[in-house]
């Protein structure tokens, strides 16, 4: 029998390896601004994109929302992701600061990017237990 749920896994998990690949590959462009800008945005769009597409095709904010009942490997990926989700507002808000010439938020940025990038790979890592 046919399972297309299946099919949409793989397609899932492609775009996550991409999306994760591309997130890598902006941070070590972070010297030349402008193009680590337009690699980073992209990425975090995508991501939010493909955050969509699992909730259209697989109501993924009910399945999260029944903690209790669900195995724990799928609530650590949620929590991972959410988490990385977040992580991504703060880089956006910081990016614009540092845009501005707020010397200040310069090293912050830094630093949370790479717990966002680590953040990213275990949301990528996890999602094999809990698709």
Same mark, same amino acid.
């Given at each position: 029998?046919?399972?297309?749920? +299946?099919? *949409? =896994? @793989?397609?899932?998990? &492609?775009?996550?390896? #991409?999306?994760?690949? /591309?997130?890598?590959?902006?941070?070590?462009?972070?010297?030349?601004?402008?193009?680590?800008?337009?690699? +980073?945005? *992209? =990425? @975090?769009?995508?991501? &939010?994109?493909?955050? #969509?597409?699992?909730? /259209?095709?697989?109501?993924?904010?009910?399945?999260?929302?029944?903690?209790?009942?669900?195995?724990?490997?799928?609530?650590?990926?949620?929590?991972?992701?959410?988490?990385?989700? #977040?992580?991504?507002?703060?880089?956006?808000?910081?990016?614009?600061?540092?845009?501005?010439?707020?010397?200040?938020?310069?090293?912050?940025?830094?630093?949370?990017?790479?717990?966002?990038?680590?953040?990213?790979?275990?949301?990528?890592?996890?999602?094999?237990?809990?698709?």
């Amino acid at each position: 029998m046919y399972d297309r749920r +299946m099919d *949409t =896994a @793989i397609i899932f998990q &492609i775009q996550s390896f #991409l999306i994760m690949s /591309l997130i890598i590959y902006g941070a070590t462009q972070a010297k030349k601004r402008n193009r680590h800008i337009k690699i +980073m945005s *992209t =990425a @975090i769009a995508w991501d &939010i994109l493909l955050i #969509l597409q699992i909730e /259209l095709t697989r109501s993924a904010i009910k399945k999260a929302s029944e903690a209790i009942t669900n195995p724990m490997m799928l609530n650590i990926h949620v929590s991972i992701a959410v988490s990385t989700v #977040l992580l991504y507002f703060f880089m956006i808000y910081s990016g614009r600061k540092v845009l501005k010439g707020e010397a200040t938020f310069t090293s912050k940025h830094k630093r949370v990017g790479q717990l966002t990038i680590i953040m990213r790979i275990l949301t990528f890592v996890t999602s094999f237990w809990a698709a």
